[in-house]
């Protein structure tokens, strides 16, 4: 019993102490890597989390965009394959660079070690108000469709109702992963097991109903194509936005285990396991609809289900659902890292690198996030937040990437515990250097200029808070920091002396 009391009594001053610290402003500090049972992933969540996020609302929705860009069954099993291998190797660029600096937070830690904090600042900047938080948006627009569908038979669902929808989704995943990260893992692997079965059960009906000899759409395949530089390009766009989170992990480089071993393995294992899924998924849709039936489909998957496993076709919407909630939720957390990370720098509010002192969690960050996701749903036109995220996100991809070759001759006393070909960074930088052009020089939009100022104008907005630090800005964020954290209680990061 004296022990007992005597432990009671340290956690209830240490309980003080921590009121005491967050009213005088100086916080306590936690550090996250000493919750190793809670937050470290093995080898199996790495590919959970990789096949998880990956396979969602993509290849779902991406088919009729690849498609209408190519016009043709050829070109476009074509461009899924290409997007598969771009993607692998724009991994193995990462896995790189993620062995090398053992860092969350994906591509901000790469630029800032690379090229300094400006570039660095300028992705967190871009991400955290367009990238990140649009493609949770549009993850969630595409669960809002699928699942109303099935209570609007014979017409489109109202907007309003697949607004709501999706903001309703945002919210839960934001509550589940701020809540615990053990819960929003278990979430991830139970709904990767359910998408899973729905992309099994497709793959394996296209087989069956292949050697049941229906081929006929898949005779001369390569007629009638559409071939040019910017529809190759759109067509990699969307393709290529299916395949996104293949850099996933790198946002949790912390909290995996063993990072030297799981972050290749697992990139090497999930991304052409999902290459190969896509590939198969497409084959079977073309099975059993023409060109002009999929572009007609109002949902592509619930029209292969209609006319493939009626009367459980209700299975395929399902699932779908399933698939899309679980890519949501891991964009939503790995996403959230990178909110913290950037917190951490001072390149955000303070408030957003704090971790939450009951939960564990960066809950600031993720309730950041997923408040921003809920605006973009509001003029959410899907085919265009895609063409918009990709052009934005290539410009980043292309600029990590080119940072492995600079480190490669910069900072040569670095650790590589994984050294890829130097051919591969340089073919992934070409790449998104031509993906990046050819839609603005050979199909020039003023929405590509908008999104290409709102980027500089991350310049300004360095200049006004990072390197001048008014001291306007300062008096202003010190008190709301103060009242946020002690509404949300949480507390700063502890140092971790190397």
Known sequence: ??????????????????????????????????????FLFPLG????????TIIGSGIFVSPKSVLA??????????????CGVLATLGALCFAELGTMITKSGGEYPYLMEAFGPIPAFLFSWTSLLVTKPSSFAIICLSFAEY???????????????????????????????????????????????????IVTIIIVSGIVLLAQGKTDNFKDSFKGSKISVSSISLAFYNGLWAYDGWNQLNYITEELKNPYRNLPLSIIIGIPLVTVCYVLINVSYFTVM????????????????DRVLYPASWIVPLFVVFSTLGSANGTCFT??????????EGHVLKILSYISVKHLTPAPAIIFYGVIAIIYIIPGDINSLINYFSFAVWIFYGLTVLALIVMRFTRKELKRPIRIPIIIPVIVTLVSVVLVLAPIISAPELP?????????????AYALFVHLKFSWAQKISKPITMHLQMLMEVVPEEDVTE
Request: charged share 15%; with cysteine; aromatic share 6%.
């Open 45 to 52: 969540l790495g590919i959970c989390m990789i096949v998880g």
């Open 448 to 460: 590509y200029l908008y999104c290409t100022l709102f980027i500089l104008s991350g310049l300004i």
């Open 290 to 305: 023409t060109s002009t039936e999929l572009l007609q489909s109002q949902a592509v998957a619930v029209t292969f289900g």
């Open 1 to 38: 019993m004296g022990e007992e009391s005597l432990k009671r009594r340290k956690g209830e001053d240490k309980g003080r102490e921590d009121r005491q610290s967050i009213q005088s402003h100086e916080p306590p500090t936690m550090n996250l890597q000493k919750q190793a049972n809670l």
């Open 335 to 344: 996403a959230g890292r990178l909110v913290y990370v950037a917190g951490r």
């Open 69 to 82: 860009n190519v016009e043709a069954v050829g070109p476009c099993l074509t461009i899924w394959a290409a």
């Open 147 to 197: 699942a109303s569908a099935p209570f609007y038979p014979g017409c489109d669902p109202p907007q309003a109702v697949i607004k709501c929808l999706a903001a309703a989704a945002i919210v839960v995943i934001t509550i589940v992963n701020s809540l615990s990260v053990k819960l929003g893992s278990y979430l991830q692997n139970f709904l990767t097991a359910a998408k899973m079965i």
